[in-house]
C-alpha cells in the first residue's frame, strides 16, 4: 500500500484559495508544539450526477463539535464549511478525491493556555485510493490485536477528533505493519474491544451483526453510523454492546469501517480465520450497498450526497 500524497493544486484556506506549497504553519504553533487541531476526513464520489460529497454535513457538524469540545473558537458555520469543501474540490477539478478539513490553533502561546494562537481554517483535497491496499476491499486484510490500548475515558475525549489523539493511533499502525498485518484491532482500559487504529470495527454472528458499544474510548463513526443505517434498512439484526476480545476470534465475518477504509473485511485476526477467512456474506452485502450510497447508485433516501456542483434546474420543454 503507497502512502504517497499526491498534491492537488489549490488549498482553501480562511476563505482563500492558495497554492498547495503555500499552505505552511509556524513550528512554534500550537498545532506543532502540542498537536493542537480537529479535523475531519471525507470522501467525494463520482457519481451519475457528477461528484458528490459523502455526508458533508455530519462531518462538519462534527467538525464544530470537536472545536467545541477543545474550546476552539470556529469563524465558520457547517454551511460555510460545506460551502468551502464544494468550492476546493471544484477548483481543483476533482471528481473522486479525500477531503481533510482541518483547524488548529496557529503560532502565539508557548505553553498550555492557547490565548494568543490564532484559530487557522484550512480544507485540503487531493487524490487517495483504497487506503489498507488496492485488493482490501475484495480480498479482506489480516489484522491483529494491538498491544497498545486506548485511552481511559476521561483521559481524553474520544469523541472529537484531535490530532493530538492518533498518537496513540500511530503507535497501534506503527506495531501492526511492523509484524507484518496490514491494520490492528486496540482494546481499552477494561480489556474489552474499542476500535482500529483509525476505524471502527464490526463482527457478524450468527446473520447479526455486532458492534461495540461507544463507552468514551473511540471515535463515534460516521460511517459506523452509516452501515448501522444500511444494516436495519436491510433487515438485518443490528446489536451494540460490549464486545470480549475472544469474541473476534468465534465470529463468523469481521470488518472494519471508516471513511478512508470504507467497508473493508477482515481475514484473520492473530492469524486466526474469521469464519472461512474471507469477505463473509452479510459484509459482501453491507459493502455493496455502502458504496452503492456513497457512490450514487441508489436512491439518496437518508440525503447524505451533496453534489459538488450546483445542480442545473430544468427547463420547460417547448
Known amino acids: 500500500m503507497s502512502t504517497q500524497l499526491v498534491e492537488s493544486e489549490w488549498i482553501w484556506k480562511d476563505g482563500d484559495m492558495i497554492p498547495w506549497r503555500e499552505?505552511?504553519?509556524?513550528?512554534?504553533?500550537?498545532?506543532?508544539?502540542?498537536?493542537?487541531?480537529?479535523?475531519?476526513?471525507?470522501?467525494c464520489y463520482e457519481t451519475p450526477n457528477g461528484p458528490a460529497i459523502f455526508r458533508l454535513h455530519d462531518h462538519m457538524r462534527r467538525l464544530h463539535d470537536s472545536c467545541r469540545i477543545y474550546r476552539i473558537d470556529l469563524s465558520y458555520d457547517v454551511d460555510a464549511l460545506?460551502?468551502?469543501?464544494?468550492?476546493?474540490?471544484?477548483?481543483?477539478?476533482?471528481?473522486?478525491?479525500?477531503?481533510r478539513a482541518t483547524v488548529l490553533r496557529g503560532y502565539g502561546a508557548a505553553g498550555m493556555n492557547?490565548?494568543?494562537?490564532?484559530?487557522?481554517?484550512?480544507?485540503?483535497t487531493w487524490p487517495w485510493g483504497t487506503?489498507?491496499?488496492a485488493d482490501a476491499l475484495e480480498q479482506g486484510v489480516d489484522v491483529c490485536v494491538s498491544s497498545w490500548q486506548r485511552p481511559e475515558p476521561n483521559t481524553y475525549p474520544s469523541n472529537a477528533k484531535a490530532a493530538g489523539h492518533y498518537t496513540n493511533a500511530q503507535l497501534i499502525k506503527m506495531e501492526a505493519v511492523a509484524n507484518g498485518y496490514a491494520e490492528a484491532i486496540a482494546l481499552g482500559p477494561g480489556g474489552t474491544v474499542s476500535e482500529g487504529s483509525g476505524q471502527n470495527l464490526f463482527l457478524v454472528r450468527s446473520g447479526a451483526v455486532v458492534v461495540p458499544q461507544t463507552d468514551g474510548t473511540s471515535l463515534l463513526g460516521i460511517t459506523r453510523d452509516s452501515v448501522i443505517t444500511i444494516a436495519r434498512d436491510l433487515g438485518i439484526e443490528v446489536r451494540e454492546q460490549t464486545v470480549p476480545r475472544e469474541m473476534i476470534y468465534t465470529s463468523d465475518e469481521a470488518f472494519f469501517t471508516g471513511t478512508a477504509s470504507e467497508v473493508t473485511p477482515i481475514r484473520s485476526v492473530d492469524k486466526i480465520p474469521i469464519g472461512v477467512g474471507r469477505a463473509g456474506p452479510v459484509t459482501k452485502q453491507l459493502q455493496r450497498r455502502y458504496l452503492a450510497h456513497a457512490r450514487g447508485e441508489v436512491a439518496d433516501a437518508h440525503?447524505?450526497?451533496t453534489p459538488v456542483q450546483e445542480p442545473v434546474p430544468a427547463t420547460a420543454a417547448g
Open 23 to 43: 499552505a505552511q504553519v509556524h513550528v512554534m504553533s500550537l498545532a506543532v508544539q502540542f498537536g493542537s487541531s480537529v479535523f475531519e476526513g471525507i470522501r
Open 303 to 305: 440525503a447524505w450526497l
Open 114 to 124: 492557547p490565548v494568543g494562537s490564532p484559530i487557522e481554517t484550512y480544507m485540503i
Open 131 to 133: 487506503y489498507l491496499g
Open 82 to 99: 460545506v460551502a468551502a469543501c464544494r468550492s476546493v474540490i471544484a477548483r481543483n477539478a476533482l471528481k473522486e478525491c479525500y477531503v
